[in-house]
């Protein structure tokens, strides 16, 4: 079965430094990744994902994550921290064995950044 | 463009009332639909998806029960609730066919049960 991890329960980092937020991912077969974040008592948004292609991968927010086959990791970053970008973050992969419809969720790190 | 309305935002409810949360999702058609729990602000815990109309699969035994009444329809219920069911209920849908499609979520009800 796939899983993630997300080795940090919390990540902290000042204003203007660059930030990184750690996954690994177990699967049979090509990976489908995600990166989520989530804002106090709301809904989780998409950053990006990756299928294919390149490793490095660019979604909302001037977030990037490099996908890294032989580490077996897909960790989250981002060149300058902002407060705004304080959150919950959530690393997922899309479970293939049962028809690619179950995402699963790692435990989630939060970001503290701080001014 | 795609929404998804989940209700409510918040609510508590005593032990042993029943439950009813109700999830709907705009501007697409027979999209999987997923009910998650969030326990303290943490991961998440997939419960149920739905493939269509009347088809639930439950990922862990428990209290609450899922229906799809209609295409776009998903609600999330319990006969009795008990204080373990406490928790941020999150509603999300995704689209067919492909498998790299990723999930959207609507806004969350944080259930407490007193």
């Known amino acids: 079965a796939q899983s993630v991890a997300q080795p940090e329960d919390q990540v902290n980092v000042a204003e203007g430094n660059p930030l990184t937020v750690k996954c690994t991912y177990s699967?049979?077969?090509?990976?489908?990744l995600f990166w989520y974040v989530q804002y106090p008592n709301r809904g989780l948004q998409f950053l990006l994902k990756?299928?294919?292609?390149?490793?490095l991968v660019k979604g909302s927010y001037g977030f990037e994550a490099e996908f890294n086959k032989s580490q077996t990791s897909f960790h989250l970053k981002k060149p300058s921290a902002l407060v705004s970008d304080s959150a919950l973050y959530f690393c997922?992969?899309?479970?293939?064995?049962?028809?690619?419809?179950?995402?699963?969720f790692g435990a989630g790190t939060r970001l503290f950044v701080k001014a | 463009s795609q929404t998804i309305h989940q209700w409510p935002a918040t609510l508590v409810q005593p032990v042993g009332s029943p439950l009813s949360l109700e999830c709907t999702v705009e501007?697409?058609?027979?999209?999987?639909l997923y009910w998650y729990r969030q326990a303290a602000g943490r991961g998440l815990q997939l419960l149920f998806y739905?493939?269509?109309?009347?088809?639930i699969s439950s990922e862990v035994p428990q209290n609450l029960s899922a229906s799809r009444p209609q295409d776009r329809q998903f609600i999330l219920s319990s006969k009795k609730l008990l204080l373990s069911d406490s928790g941020f209920y999150l509603c999300?849908?995704?689209?067919?066919?492909?498998?790299?499609?990723?999930?959207?979520f609507g806004q969350g009800t944080r259930l407490t049960v007193v």
């Open positions: 999300a849908w995704s689209v067919k066919g492909p498998t790299n499609t990723e999930a959207f």
């Open positions: 699967v049979s077969g090509n990976p489908y």
């Open positions: 990756y299928i294919t292609g390149d490793n």
């Open positions: 997922a992969v899309r479970e293939l064995n049962t028809g690619g419809f179950k995402t699963i």
């Open positions: 501007g697409t058609s027979n999209p999987n």
């Open positions: 739905s493939v269509g109309i009347g088809q």
